[in-house]
């Protein structure tokens, strides 16, 4: 499975636990101008999850999708996103490295990562995603015109 896409897209969810998690810089987007962290977990578990997705089409004018997933799990599972919050984040495991090419021309670029990565209110806007499997259960999906869709909700809460 896999997602890139121009309209913006943003995920609430009240859990997120991952394991074996490594991130690194990186770039998407058109000609990868938009600065993006890339985070790869090996198997991820998201709870009380809502996806809104606001489109602005000719005539019709905004149409937002909502998408509420109680539970998600994900194997081979890789964000691209510009930012994402948390209100609370526990780590086990961590390691930070910073490949190079030669000992006179360091590459710049970091590797940060954990065994083990929970945290709890999170909140992404992924530029793309690719996963191995992703199999949800408790999925609701309203459209609607207008914006808005899960602001001001707290998932799990």
């Known amino acids: 499975m896999a997602f890139a896409g121009e ?7 009240a859990r997120v636990s991952a ?4 991130a690194s810089p990186s770039a998407s987007g058109r000609g990868g101008l938009l600065p ?5 977990m090996e198997q991820a578990t998201i709870q009380d999850a ?11 004018g905004a149409v937002t999708a909502v998408v ?8 081979g599972l890789t964000v691209e996103a510009g930012k994402a919050t948390a209100r609370s984040v526990q780590l ?7 490949p190079q090419g030669s000992l006179q021309r360091p590459t710049g670029l970091f590797t940060v990562g954990a065994q083990k990565v929970s945290g709890s209110m999170v909140t992404t806007q ?8 992703i199999t949800s ?5 309203e459209l609607h015109r207008g914006a808005g869709g899960c602001e001001g909700e707290r998932p799990g809460e």
């Open 7 to 13: 309209v913006p897209v943003t995920v609430h969810a």
């Open 19 to 22: 394991s074996g998690v490594s």
């Open 36 to 40: 993006a962290l890339a985070t790869r």
């Open 50 to 60: 809502c996806v809104t997705s606001t489109a602005h089409l000719p005539v019709v």
């Open 68 to 75: 509420r997933i109680e539970r998600a799990s994900a194997s």
């Open 92 to 98: 086990s495991g961590a390691k930070f490295s910073t």
């Open 126 to 133: 992924p530029h793309a995603f690719t996963a191995g499997t």
């Open 137 to 141: 259960r408790g999925v609701t999906i």
